[in-house]
């Protein structure tokens, strides 16, 4: 699975949690319930990390050369930690363009759509990537998607995790006073 360690592993993610810290803040800001959606942000984070480190452990087998143990083990959790990166950049990028931090409180069709395009997208491309740079390479028994030549389990990770995640984040934190849920960002008189 997990060819050599290079730096530019590295690069992407530090630069991702800076994005994710700087939208945090700004968000934070415009949030009238600011306890709520930092208990959203602290779930979405835990949630994100079990079910992609579940995911990774599941699909080593489809990688070249995985077996598990610590090294592989310990490669698949820090792949889950910029797994969790991803989806709270997500979450925050789509909270940012559609001026709503709660946004997936009272999810669309269009926007789960959206949601699941961008994160499909962002998966090819990163695969590409690291395919190409040879920090890993998949098995024979890795599906792989036509034309772009990537594995399909990686793909239907960031396709299908991100709208799970967010979705029983919600439903976890349904103890809360429904209020938080309708409030938009710059929305004060919103219930």
């Not at 984070?45 to 452990?57: D, G, K, R, Y």
Request: charged share 15%.
């Amino acid at each position: 699975m997990l060819k050599d360690l290079h730096v530019s592993l590295f690069i992407v993610p530090v630069i991702v949690l800076s994005l994710v810290i700087g939208t945090y803040v700004f968000l934070l800001k415009k949030t009238e319930d600011q306890a709520f959606f930092k208990r959203l942000i602290a779930r979405i984070a835990i949630l994100a990390f079990v079910l992609n480190l579940t995911w990774e452990l599941a699909q080593g087998p489809l990688y070249e050369g995985y077996v598990y143990d610590f090294q592989h083990i310990s490669f698949c959790t820090l792949a889950s930690l910029a797994d969790v990166l991803m989806v709270l950049l997500l979450y925050q990028g789509f909270a940012s363009i559609l001026k709503e931090p709660l946004w997936m409180g009272s999810p669309t069709v269009g926007r789960v759509l959206a949601l699941m395009s961008v994160g499909a997208l962002g998966a090819i491309l990163a695969e590409i990537r690291h395919t190409w740079e040879g920090n890993w390479a998949y098995a024979e028994s890795m599906p792989l998607l036509p034309f772009v030549e990537v594995g399909l389990s990686p793909v239907l990770q960031f396709t299908l995790l991100p709208v799970l995640v967010y979705w029983l984040s919600f439903q976890w934190i349904k103890k809360t006073p429904k209020q938080g849920l309708n409030r938009s960002m710059g929305d004060k008189n919103s219930v």
